[in-house]
T-cell receptor, first 113, second 112 residues
Framework: DTGVSQNPRHKITKRGQNVTFRCDPI?????LYWYRQTLGQGPEFLTY????????KSRLLSDRFSAERPKGSFSTLEIQRTEQGDSAMYLC???????????FGQGTRLTVV | GENVEQHPSTLSVQEGDSAVIKCTYS??????FPWYKQELGKGPQLIID?????GEKKDQRIAVTLNKTAKHFSLHITETQPEDSAVYFC???????????FGPGTRLSVLP
């Protein structure tokens, strides 16, 4: 499978715990995006990487959120001290600068209890 | 920043009929407009896209039109089938994909 891969698919955590999600983009895609989607809404932009550089962050991304993309390959999104409001689907997408089209993974559904 | 509106929020059509979903955007500098289909529990799937230098693009039963002057673009699905039932999202992007702002979505139901 050469699509965008996200792990885990589902995560249930207690409020206050830290969680980390992983995204493996399509091979050779140099752009990587993180989005958050709540039920009945469109995806909301969180952050964007070009290679290993984090070029843009939404103001939705509070200090409790951090994303990395070491070596410009896979990316991780960490949420510290989770709150119930963090419950959502976290989506990762990748694209290449040449072809532009962004392809999404299946998402990680986070439930904070 | 960019703002994308989408109408209608829900749409029901009979199998075989056409469906049209409309979006407007606010930033005249946006230059790339993809459409995504999302089924329950899955990630959005890119179905068609259009760049600002093109007015219309077609792929089998799906077409997208863009009016830059009015800042709106539309998705047209002809000969709808039950498997077309899903939530459809439009999006607008600056710099050909540096960031995507999504509309709120349209839930399409194709009735057999």
């Amino acid at each position: 499978d050469t699509g965008v891969s996200q792990n885990p698919r589902h995560k249930i955590t207690k409020r206050g715990q830290n969680v980390t999600f992983r995204c493996d983009p399509i091979s050779e895609h140099n752009r990587l995006y993180w989005y958050r989607q709540t039920l009945g809404q469109g995806p909301e932009f969180l952050t964007y990487f070009q290679n290993e550089a984090q070029l843009e962050k939404s103001r939705l991304l509070s200090d409790r959120f951090s994303a990395e993309r070491p070596k410009g390959s896979f990316s991780t999104l960490e949420i510290q001290r989770t709150e119930q409001g963090d419950s959502a689907m976290y989506l990762c997408a990748s694209s290449s600068r040449q072809t532009v089209e962004a392809f999404f993974g299946q998402g990680t559904r986070l439930t904070v209890v | 920043g960019e703002n994308v509106e989408q109408h209608p929020s829900t749409l029901s059509v009979q199998e075989g009929d056409s469906a049209v979903i409309k979006c407007t955007y606010s930033d005249s500098a946006s230059n790339y407009f993809p459409w995504y289909k999302q089924e329950l529990g899955k990630g959005p799937q890119l179905i068609i896209d259009i760049r600002s230098n093109v007015g219309e693009k077609k792929d089998q039963r799906i077409a997208v039109t863009l009016n830059k002057t009015a800042k709106h673009f539309s998705l047209h699905i002809t000969e709808t089938q039950p498997e077309d039932s899903a939530v459809y999202f439009c999006a607008a992007s600056l710099n050909y994909g540096q960031n995507f702002v999504f509309g709120p979505g349209t839930r399409l139901s194709v009735l057999p």
